[in-house]
């Protein structure tokens, strides 16, 4: 595989052709996820809805539209983002994603986190946020940042809930503008981390995982 960004795309074209749950059936194509393969931000929100699964392409609709609204306040284009979702393909009448379905498209998001290995993760559904922080309350923890590895997690409200409770459009609006700073805080624990180090031991620690 030449690159990452082909090797993104053969992953795309896996999902589109994903059988192992049954929302295939139902669904009128995979939606896989788009954006750079060197992005440096990762959104990930719950499932494909209704414009989704007619597209093929992640958050098209309404929530979509304030999606890029919220980049805008960070001076972010939806292009400098990879976005994606839980599940790949739609759930019937926007359901929530089952359990097992969640369980059965995790590889799809494995590799893809894997392969871009982005500085923040944000998510953006309640399905997301459960993979990194399982007992918490996203009215507790949204907008901060927690560390996993290299990689942080920032849990957010889902754009669609804001279009429907005004009063999280501030918060969301404000959540977002603290991205910058965490990128900012990545690249300088980066840069701490390839500073000089001690020697190492006998038995150095393999090169610390991105955890995910
Ligand atoms: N909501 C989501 O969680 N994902 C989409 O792709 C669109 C709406």
Partial sequence: MSNKSDELNAIAEQVRACTRCPLYKTATQGVPGEGPANAEIMMIGEGPGFHEDQQGRPFVGAAGKFLDELLAHINLKRSDIFITNV????????????????????????????????????????????????????????????????????????????????????????????L?????????????????????QKDPPAEQLRMF
């Fill in 87 to 178: 599940v790949k393909h739609r759930p019937p009448n926007n359901r929530d994603p089952l359990p097992e379905e969640i369980e059965a498209c995790r590889p799809w998001l494995d590799q893809q986190i894997e392969l871009i290995q982005p500085r923040v993760i944000v998510t953006i559904s309640r399905f997301a946020m459960a993979r990194w922080f399982p007992n918490e309350k996203i009215s507790a923890i949204h907008g901060k940042a927690k560390r996993f590895g290299h990689l942080m997690v920032v849990p957010m409200f889902h754009p669609a809930a804001a279009l429907h409770n005004i009063n999280l459009k501030p918060v969301l609006i404000e959540d977002f503008k603290k």
């Fill in 180 to 200: 910058p700073t965490y990128i900012q805080e990545s690249k300088k624990a980066d840069a701490g981390v390839s500073a000089p180090q001690p020697a190492p």
